[in-house]
């Protein structure tokens, strides 16, 4: 049997997603995505991003560290008590109240 062929049939396993990213849209939400984020680490992973960014930003960092739930806060949802959650391995996403994340 050539290389190639045992190259084949060799399956990698696939990293698995965990965790929480959690990110600001902008300066003002930033103080809030910090507080959450230090609740979540008692019970989860969670990385929380110190930045603000876009929402695609957000999501490309969240990918990037192979993590399960992409969480952000903007304005909208700081006013509203609120937080986007988006679950990256089923793909769907939901507004949740911050006291239930």
């Given at each position: 049997m050539g290389i190639e062929?045992?190259?084949e049939l060799i399956e990698m396993p696939?990293?698995?997603?965990?965790?929480?990213?959690?990110?600001a849209m902008d300066d003002?939400?930033?103080?809030?995505?910090?507080?959450?984020?230090h609740k979540?680490?008692?019970?989860?992973?969670?990385?929380?991003?110190?930045?603000r960014k876009s929402l695609k930003n957000h999501l490309k960092g969240a990918d990037k560290i192979n993590a399960r739930y992409c969480v952000v806060i903007g304005e909208d949802e700081r006013n509203n008590g609120t937080v986007w959650v988006?679950?990256?391995?089923?793909k769907t996403e939901k507004v949740i109240p911050q006291k239930e994340f």
């Open positions: 062929r045992l190259l696939q990293p698995k997603r965990e965790g929480y990213y959690i990110g003002d939400s930033i103080e809030l995505a910090i507080e959450l984020g979540k680490r008692k019970s989860d992973k969670a990385v929380v991003e110190y930045k988006k679950d990256l391995q089923e």
